[in-house]
C-alpha cells in the first residue's frame, strides 16, 4: 500500500512499513499436455512467507484466456485425471464452433474455473482445507504460462 | 491489518484501529442432504456487523473440496431447487471414475461454483442486489462442514 | 479505508488519504439480447485511474442472479460467440424447472460464470493478460443492469 504522507519524520516509517505488505510475484509454469493441472500452493505459500503477512489474503490470477486456476483435492491424483475427463465430456474440443484457432472448448473452461481464487491468510498461513490444494489448469498446452500472486494484508 | 511500529506514544493507537478492522470467523455448517444450498447471507452480515467495516471486501471461503460457495436467487426456493437439479443432469454421480470414493462429480460441482465468493461492503452494508444471497453449497452430503469468512476494510 | 484516528493534528492527514484509495462506482448497462457478453474493461480502468491507486485489486460485482462476469479472450469475437453457444448447448432454456419464470438455465450461468472477479493493480494499471478483458455477461436479456466495481489499495 502506497500511503505517499506529505508529512516528514517519524510518519515517513509508516509508508515504508505498509509499502512492504502488499506485493505481486510472477510466476512461470511450463505445461506439457493439452490439458493438465499442476498443483502451484507451494509457490503461493513462498510468496506469502516472503510478504511478511500475517493476515491479508492471496489473490492467485491467471493472465490467459485458455487457462484457469481452482482449488481442489490434493490427496489423490485420481481426482485431477477424474476432473479434466468430466471438463472433456461436457465442453469438448470438436464442436460447430465459429473461432478458426479450435480452442474454443479451453476457452470455456477458462471462464468455468474462473481465472483467479481467492485464500485467507491468517496467523501468516493459507487457510486453506486438509484437503484443499490450488491447481494451474491448462486448458489448451502445452505452453509456456504466467501466474500472478498478490498478497494483500498488514 | 498488523502494523508493527517501531515508533511508541500516539502511534500505537493507529495499529490498534487497523488491527480491529480484519478479522476471519469460522462457522459450523450441519447440511443434511448429498446435495443441498444454505442460505449464509446472515451468517456473513453478522461478521461485517462485529468488524465495525464501513467500507471493504467480505471474502466467505470454503474449506473443502466436495462444497463450493455461490450467490443466487433468495426469493423462489425453485431456483436453488432446479440449480441443484441441473448441476446433477451436468455432472452426474455416476460415470467412468477413477477416484474410488464416489464423489468425483461433487469435486467436479466444488470447482465449478468455486470456493469462494467476495462481497462489496459500502455504508457498513453488503452489496448484494435485490435478489441476491450468499449459499452454501454441499454437493457431497450429508456432513459436517465449515465456512471462513474474511472482512477486510478500514 | 475509513481509519477515524481519535488524535488530532497531523494524523488526520492519513485518514483522508487513506480514505481515497478506496471507493466503489455504480455502472448502468443496457443489454439488448437474451444472452450477451459486453466488454466493460474500459469502465473498469477508468474506475481505477480515478481513485489514484498504483498497488492493489480491483473487484468488479454484478448485483444480479441471471448475469455474471468473466474474463476471456478480448480479440476474435467468435470467441464470445462460441461461449454463449456452448454455455447455451449445457444449460439449455427449456427443461424440466420448477421455477415458474423460465429462467433457471441463466441463473446456472450465472452460478458458473460467477457474480464477480477480482484483477490486480500493479503500477496504476489493471494485470490482465495480452488477450484478456473483462465481461459483463447477460443471461436473461435484454434488461438494465448495474455493475459494482471496488478499488481497494493504496
Redesign the interface.
Known amino acids: 500500500?502506497?500511503?505517499?504522507?506529505?508529512?516528514a519524520g517519524?510518519?515517513l516509517?509508516?509508508e515504508a512499513?505498509?509499502e512492504r505488505?502488499?506485493r505481486?510475484t510472477e510466476h512461470t509454469i511450463k505445461t506439457t499436455s493439452s490439458d493438465e493441472m499442476i498443483n502451484i500452493t507451494s509457490l503461493v505459500r513462498q510468496d506469502v512467507k516472503k510478504a511478511g503477512i500475517?493476515?491479508?489474503?492471496a489473490?492467485v490470477?491467471?493472465?490467459?484466456?485458455t487457462a484457469g486456476v481452482?482449488?481442489?483435492?490434493n490427496a489423490?491424483p485420481?481426482?485431477v485425471?477424474?476432473?479434466l475427463?468430466?471438463?472433456r465430456r461436457?465442453?469438448p474440443e470438436s464442436?460447430?464452433?465459429?473461432?478458426?484457432?479450435g480452442n474454443?472448448?479451453a476457452?470455456?473452461k477458462?471462464?468455468?474455473?474462473?481465472?483467479?481464487?481467492?485464500?485467507?491468510i491468517?496467523n501468516g498461513q493459507l487457510?486453506?482445507?486438509?484437503?484443499?490444494d490450488i491447481y494451474f489448469c491448462e486448458f489448451d498446452g502445452p505452453r509456456t504460462r504466467?501466474v500472478?500472486v498478490?498478497t494483500?494484508?498488514?
Open positions: 500500500m502506497s500511503v505517499r504522507l506529505q508529512a517519524k510518519f516509517c509508516i512499513f505498509i505488505m502488499e505481486m500475517t493476515s491479508g489474503t489473490v490470477f491467471v493472465p490467459h484466456t481452482t482449488i481442489n483435492e489423490d485420481d481426482v485425471y477424474d476432473l475427463s468430466i471438463f461436457v465442453y464442436g460447430s464452433y465459429r473461432h478458426m484457432e474454443s472448448h476457452h470455456a477458462a471462464s468455468v474455473v474462473g481465472s483467479s481464487c481467492t485464500v485467507i491468517e487457510q486453506l482445507g486438509t484437503w484443499q504466467k500472478y498478490k494483500i494484508g498488514g
